[in-house]
């Protein structure tokens, strides 16, 4: 029997129950989970804040495991390798967006731990041609490179050539992606709470240059921000802190409404743009990205048992880093 944490309904806590193990179907592979990170967008599913949610559902995708049994056709893995299973969990490959290399925009993607069963859970059935190949190391460290680090390393690709990087909301994944810009030359801007000193204090041991409130300025004008906090009123926000030409990059998933702003803070060629799923393309340049960093995860560690004290620990700001769940 398998163990899983499920969500059964809209804003319910989730139920730990067993299952019997699922065998993969023509090509897919059962995976043994060894870790999988806690995301915000997992508060999301969880809230019941995207659109159409499946329940039951076990929650989860930022998964780190290993091949226990492969399905009919698939070659691309051996028994015991170890894979990640990231949000996009399969596309059509044949609409305008599959055919145009942007897979993540598919009308007909299916998406881990939303519409498919994630790895909040002892096993899981994975897609063989989604999954990814991951190096060997701690399991539990690798976990938020599938989510935080994908989506982070597509945030700051979609940024541009930016030299001063605003990172609002200093999370899972602003710690991965200033850790990014470090490496690449960029200089880190941190944006938390305001008052929250641990969150600034956290941010320059980084290597932020410059760590405070969201309701303050910094000493420079950015070339861009990048907000991972899902507050609509920090893009207006952002605005008034960027350079003429200067873009703002939206990276969550759900956002609250962004409230009216003068014109003028847009004006000057200023962009507002957002970031959906990821490809597989990004994970192959993140991983290679992340070791030749050195990236560096802070990780939390919860039993499977505890991922309600996990998502509410996340939920309300109790630890730094990334919270991570082993069965």
Request: glycine content about 12%.
């Amino acid at each position: 029997m398998m163990q899983a944490m499920v969500a059964r309904a809209k804003g319910a806590a989730l139920v730990f129950g067993l299952r019997p193990i699922p065998a993969p179907g023509p090509n897919e592979i059962l995976v043994v989970v060894e870790a999988c990170g806690v995301c915000r967008t997992d508060l999301h599913v969880i809230d019941g804040e995207l659109a159409d949610p499946r329940y039951p559902i076990i929650p989860g995708h930022e998964v780190v495991g290993r091949v226990a049994a492969l399905g009919a056709g698939v070659e691309r893995f051996k028994l015991g390798e170890r894979v990640g299973a990231p949000w996009l969990a399969h596309t059509c490959g044949h609409c305008f967006y599959c055919d145009s290399g942007r897979e993540n925009l598919c009308d007909h993607g299916t998406f881990t731990g939303y519409d498919r069963d994630g790895g909040y859970a002892s096993h899981m059935i994975v897609d063989a041609d989604f999954a990814l190949k991951l190096p060997e190391g701690d399991a539990v460290a690798l976990a938020p490179l599938l989510c935080a680090g994908l989506i982070g390393w597509r945030s700051l690709k979609i940024a541009g050539e930016a030299k001063r990087v605003g990172l609002y909301g200093f999370g899972a994944a602003a710690h991965i992606v200033a850790q990014l810009c470090v490496f690449r030359g960029q200089q880190v801007y941190a944006f938390t709470k305001p008052g929250d000193a641990g969150g600034q204090a956290f941010a320059r041991s980084l290597g932020a240059v410059w760590a405070g409130g969201s309701d303050e300025t910094p000493p420079q004008q950015l070339d861009a921000a990048i907000l991972f906090a899902p507050v609509g009123a920090l893009v207006p926000a952002a605005l008034t802190k960027l350079r003429k030409g200067g873009r703002v990059v939206c990276a969550g998933i759900h956002m609250s409404d962004i409230p009216s702003f003068p014109y003028a803070s847009l004006w000057g060629e200023r962009e507002i743009v957002s970031v959906a799923n990821l490809t597989r393309a990004d994970g192959a340049e993140f991983f290679a990205v992340a070791k030749a960093a050195g990236v560096k995860t802070q990780t939390r560690r919860y039993a499977l048992r505890d991922a309600n004290q996990a998502l509410d620990d996340l939920r309300a700001g109790r630890f730094e880093g990334a919270a991570v769940l082993t069965p």
